[in-house]
Antibody, heavy 119, light 108 residues
Framework: EVQLVESGGRLIQPGGSLRLSCAASGFTFKNYAMHWVRQAPGKGLEWVSAISGNGANPDYADSVNGRFTVSKDISQNTLFLQMNTLRAEDTAVYFC????????????WGQGTLVLVSS | DIQMTQSPSFLSASVGDRVTITCQASQDINNYVNWYQQKPGKAPKVLIYDAFNLETGVPSRYSGSGSGTHFTFTISSLQPEDIATYYCQQYDELPRVTFGGGTKVDIK
């Protein structure tokens, strides 16, 4: 069974940095692209970032490009999202997401971790 | 970036009603659309993939159709457990995907 467990979200001041983690199990981590999707309170879903199975080819939404960095530790089956220069508008629940049965739709989601950017 | 315009943003219907949600893509995306259901406090769940394919285990009252730029999601007979927010998602430019703004469905 695929399991994705996010951690690292907390209250952080504007301009600060935070690293989110996503512990993955139940599948061969190096074979699957992984994504981060976020949801601001009471708002819709926004794709944030993705990384290929082998940890290459990171990609980012324009809203976070240059501030966020996605990475994978394949030896630890863990996905990371390093978030720098955080802004109030980055406040959201961040989901670790993948497509297990197909890379074209997200059938596996973590429970999410809340990042609250506020002074 | 491809935009997905979803409508309506909210709808209220009676149990047993047929409910339809639409998504309009800003450019031709073939049939590269998925539909998700999200209940409060939970992660989204995929219901329909590749525009019209029903995910395993999902009730058959859900269906999807469309191609190109216009897509439709239908609940043939609304049930109390269908109270949720529904999102379309396009994947024409993987890994970049975009979601529609969501449709909150309520029971009258």
């Amino acid at each position: 069974e695929v399991q994705l467990v996010e951690s690292g979200g907390r209250l952080i001041q504007p301009g600060g940095s935070l690293r989110l983690s996503c512990a993955a199990s139940g599948f061969t981590f190096k074979n699957y692209a992984m994504h981060w999707v976020r949801q601001a309170p009471g708002k819709g879903l926004e794709w944030v970032s993705a990384i290929s199975g082998n940890g290459a080819n990171p990609d980012y939404a324009d809203s976070v490009n240059g501030r966020f960095t996605v990475s994978k530790d394949i030896s630890q089956n863990t996905l990371f999202l390093q978030m720098n220069t955080l802004r109030a508008e980055d406040t959201a629940v961040y989901f670790c997401v993948m497509g297990y049965n197909s890379g074209t739709y997200f059938d596996s989601w973590g429970q999410g971790t809340l990042v609250l950017v506020s002074s | 970036d491809i935009q997905m315009t979803q409508s309506p943003s909210f709808l209220s219907a009676s149990v047993g009603d047929r409910v339809t949600i639409t998504c309009q893509a800003s450019q031709d995306i073939n049939n590269y659309v998925n539909w998700y259901q999200q209940k409060p406090g939970k992660a989204p769940k995929v219901l329909i993939y590749d525009a019209f394919n029903l995910e395993t285990g999902v009730p058959s009252r859900y269906s999807g159709s469309g191609s190109g730029t216009h897509f439709t999601f239908t609940i043939s007979s609304l049930q109390p457990e269908d109270i949720a927010t529904y999102y379309c998602q396009q994947y024409d430019e993987l890994p970049r995907v975009t979601f529609g703004g969501g449709t909150k469905v309520d029971i009258k």
